[in-house]
């Protein structure tokens, strides 16, 4: 038999699709021929699988060599594919068993020696494969990511001549095995002294998965706030879980399988690129927002970011995806991240201090806030103000609030009473899920009506605030939402009163 052939995995976004790797040799003079849509690192894989066959002791055909790589319009790109060519040559010339192929999926990219290296993207792999019935093996390097795929048997090799010796039936390869998962010492919201109205609002964006602005002075705090956010949710789901490390698996960051299960937390900094932030380049990668899938992602310093990064945040803020598009491929990543900014009050940073140390004008102070455009603003559904404490409340001995594992239990009860009533966090509530499961009475509505005129807000803050006195209900465990619930919510749109004060 003069053909093999041998199943792999591409790489596309946060998808691996399937490649069958068909060799044929035939007569003539000697000749390497490899099609398929291949890219620079893949047509350089005929030199590494020629050296590799050889330095694992068997023969490398002098003959016509075709590997196409099917389908044949679909980009394929890096070295993952080295072992599975040159499985597909020794089979092909009689060397190695070519019925045994058949039940395997391989990836791996081949040293010159016959080494097998790691490669990424395994984990999205590995869970193609067990949808497709298939075993699969990849180097001992990727063998503790592709085991967080738990139902499919993994493999894994240090050599060509291991997995050879596999399919012949002389050796069996070592099943892969998942790292114990660490659990590291999160940030406790018991270091935050004093700031009660901002320690509010961070339990009320995690009990409804709502996004946050911070707004005060440096040093207040902000920072350090936000970083207790990821010590306030939930522990990530099975699913959840799989989905980020999936994106960190392709990333190209690489992926630390034993703490797969924490809840991403990505600070950026602002002189980060849109494409940084959202993704891209000429092979699609995942951006910081798909880095923060499930997790948060944490803007400091909000208005000195470029304005075009910002505002290619609106769309993923609303759909929890982002999409980037090139002339040969398009690639999809999930971006349902949770965002929480901080901003100055203006360039000097102590506008509204007691101090009265701030001396910018009134142009440039709305100059700065106008950095951020009303409509990504509009999608924030809390701004709070953080205000510069006293030196008393710093001292050592100070009282301390709440612990996280205090807040994390009023946070999990109040997100199990949302999914219950609707399958979802209210932040996540459609416009007819708002209108259904956060009525208000008469009183309350004409409330809610006036607050909208006096701050002339839009139709998506109006609803905005409806979810986040939804969320102030449920962490009172209160059925419908009153009108204590309603006036906290509207409190919270601190922004919006800013800019009806500028305006007039």
Request: glycine share 8%; proline share 6%; net charge positive.
């Amino acid at each position: 038999m003069n053909l093999a052939l041998v199943h792999s995995r591409a790489r596309t976004g946060v998808r691996a699709p399937a490649v069958r790797v068909e060799v044929h040799l035939s007569g003539g003079l000697p000749r390497f021929s490899l099609v398929g849509l291949p890219e620079a690192a893949v047509r350089e894989a005929k030199d590494r699988v020629r050296a590799a066959i050889s330095c694992a002791q068997y023969e490398f055909p002098a003959r016509v060599i075709t590997v196409n790589l099917a389908p044949a319009d679909l980009p394929k790109d890096g070295g993952r594919f080295d072992l599975a060519i040159a499985l597909g040559i020794l089979a092909a010339s009689g060397q190695i068993p070519l019925e045994a192929l058949g039940e395997y999926e391989f990836l791996g990219e081949l040293g010159l020696t016959g080494e097998l290296r790691a490669v990424d993207g395994v984990l999205p792999a590995a869970l193609a494969a067990a949808q497709a019935g298939r075993k699969l093996v990849v180097p001992t390097g990727n063998g503790a990511e592709a085991a967080l795929a738990a139902q499919v048997e993994v493999r894994t090799a240090r050599t060509l001549l291991e997995v050879c010796a596999m399919l012949a039936g002389r050796k069996a390869l070592p099943c892969a095995e998942a790292l114990p998962t660490q659990r590291t010492a999160g940030l406790d919201l018991a270091d935050v002294r004093g700031q009660a109205h901002a320690r509010r609002a961070l339990e009320i964006a995690a009990a409804g998965g709502h996004h946050l602005l911070l707004i005060g002075p440096p040093g207040c705090g902000k920072t350090l706030l936000a970083s207790r956010l990821p010590g306030l949710l939930p522990e990530a789901s099975e699913a959840e879980a799989l989905e980020s490390a999936a994106i960190a698996s392709v990333s190209g960051r690489g992926l630390d399988p034993s703490r797969w299960r924490e809840r991403p937390f990505r600070a950026p900094h602002h002189t980060a690129s849109a494409v940084a932030l959202v993704g891209g380049g000429g092979e699609p990668r995942p951006g910081e927002i798909s880095l923060a899938h499930n997790g948060v992602l944490f803007l400091d310093e909000l208005p000195e970011w470029d304005r075009r990064a910002l505002e290619v945040l609106r769309e993923p803020l609303e759909s929890g995806v982002v999409t980037i598009s090139r002339a040969a491929r398009q690639s999809e990543f999930p971006a349902r991240f949770q965002l929480v900014a901080a901003m100055n009050p203006c360039p000097c940073g102590w506008a509204g201090d007691s101090s009265g140390r701030c001396r910018c004008n009134p142009d440039a102070v709305r100059r700065y806030r106008a950095r951020i455009s009303g409509p990504l603003l509009d999608r924030i559904d809390l701004h709070v103000e953080v205000p510069r404490l006293p030196p008393a409340q710093l001292r050592p001995q100070a009282a301390t609030g709440e612990s996280s594992t205090d807040v994390r239990m009023r946070v999990l009860q109040a997100q199990q009473c949302q999914h219950r009533r609707a399958g979802q966090l209210n932040a996540r509530l459609s416009q007819t899920d708002t209108a259904k499961h956060c009525h208000l009475g008469e009183r309350d509505q004409l409330l809610l009506e006036r607050a909208v005129d006096a701050l002339q807000l839009s139709a998506r803050s109006m609803h905005r605030i409806l979810r986040v006195a939804r969320t102030i209900a449920d962490l009172d465990g209160e059925a419908d939402i009153l009108g204590r619930h309603l006036t906290e919510a509207i409190g919270y749109r601190r922004a919006d009163r800013n800019r009806e004060t500028q305006a007039a």
